[in-house]
């Protein structure tokens, strides 16, 4: 096991009918901000519960906020909590509204240019407006950690950042919020939950068995919930496992103590900020094809993934690696995500322009090993084709 | 899933060489009180670190926490913060330092009789003193949760409280800590940290698919690493792994949002406090009779547990359920912990002695039902013989 430090301290509020609890988690005298994203959140009553739990407060409210949050829309945000004096804020929607927030929270106590906060990768950042969140969608696992990712339009960045100053206070996770969700936003959150997953689970054997195991339950979980999360949208227990098991996937714990890849999260971005393909489908693309290329770096922890998670023990160590990556692919076609850049009309034009952004934006030593450099990039990419 | 809360703050530092990191954690300005067991804390080299950390800080000493820490002990504790107006703790050993050092924590700024804060389960505790652990043998979970447990030598009372101002502020986790331990005491760490888990876990199905997985990953952890971490005490991965499967077991998270038992606990605590056995000897003792007399209230967990820990898929439901505590038996007797009364030399005495305590403590409906009457349990201990 590695050396590692653990810290999380964002509380849980976990179930249906939670969003009364705002009332308590909320301090009374705080000059509230509420963040939220398009007309789902007014349209399904959401944002009419958090109001009513807030009654009686000081509460602004900024909405707009777009998927893959933009650096040039938080700016109004920014300057709503300047101009009003606002001290509190609170993220009502998915993954992009809780990183927007994030976002804001650092920049709107920051004195210097407010890019600095994403570009310095938090760096910068000494301290941050508390926040909380109201989760509406299962996936980025934003409401229990304290990193996000904003996008500069104007340059088609998409730049992470973290600091220890950016956990959420507290989280509402009420399953229930999540039954409107449109079947393609379900099917992105079981897919992000499954790669940020692989992320710290498929690098190389580190004898860390709790996070092993830990990495396999969630992946089976996902596996074994994803069928019922898209046929049955108001299946509570269903609905449960896809909220908890997003949140657990990326709250730091399953991270800690192993290597991390994150090549396949990277070499995504460039597809998103450059194609505006949504997040979860890049990861999509990218994996399969990086398990084929970095076999041999990660045949350990390939064939103990095909075993545990996929039942995988016949046939030589390489038809094993083979049909574990086939599992994987089919698993996301069957939550109907293609895997191939053809299928979102990209070809060989894509492989040079995501390689040239990722060469802008310092992206030559990527994955657990550092070794995954521009040239490995293009080969994961023609494969991915 | 079962709504829940789950919070907890307390950073770990985990690995070799992780002592020197007091500095930065404990502040400097703390006027520090360092609580610490018997005479092994000093002989391994242990205090002597901390002390280094923290030279030129002012630090008093506290000494002789016994096993199952008494409240008659800890008086001495509490009565040195006031004296010295100490204002930060920080506890060097096991779970019972840690508990002890709760206690304290909360009692020296508690206006009342002290036994308050235990004889309350911690309701009376509205603040406490900031503490943080440096863990020495991994067995409990203390060092990661806001619960301990003291016992009162004059009532043979042993009292479990907790409260949210209880979790340390950090707990340093250095596996290498742990190569000095008695056999005995790894074993009992094995045994505690496998039973944490069943109470949490083999109750009955909540539909909480990642907590199953993640209990179960545990218990496959501490039964693949028991031989080595038995004949092997400075294998470095091995103590890694028994370390933080141990903290993992009782940090909360797989607790969270299910059913929960603690009946053997509760009935193990009496056998301690009544013939002072090591508290994992009695969990041994205790689970797989509870099990037996509890198998139909428990079919549908046991029946999973069999299967995903043990392999457990042949044979009738009731073949398989005898297998499965059979197999549970036999672990704990492969790391030398025997599991009858008998073999602590306790007959039908004790039985009637202990239902007499568990009456006496209101212990009279227990377990994830609370339909663990006074009966059941004597059919448990009668079964335990």
Redesign the interface.
Known sequence: ????????????????G?TATLSRLVPETARVLLLYGGASAEKTGTLADVRAALAGRVVHEFGGIEPNPSFETLQGAIAQVRAERLDYLLAVGGGSVIDGTKFVAAAAVYDGDAWDVASSRGAVVQRALPFGAVLTLPATGSEMNNGAVVTRKATHTKQPFRSEHLFPKFSILD?TRSYTLPVKQVANGLVDAFVHTTEQYLTYPA????Q???A???L??LV??APRALAAPDDY?TR??LM??AS?ALNG?IG??VPQDWATHMIGHELTALYNIDHARTLAIVLPALLHVRRDSKRDKLLQYGARVWGITAGSEEERIDAAIERTRTFFESVGIPTRLADYGLGQEAVEAVLAQLEAHGMSKLGERRDVTLEVSRAILQHAL
Chains 1, 2 share one sequence.
Request: glycine share 8%; hydrophobic share 40%.
């Open positions: 096991m590695l050396n590692f430090e653990y810290y999380n301290p964002t509380k849980i509020v976990f179930g249906a939670t399953p004898q860390a068995l709790p092993d195991r830990f396999e339950g969630l089976q979980t074994e919930i227990d449960s496992n908890w098991a657990l714990l800690a103590g």
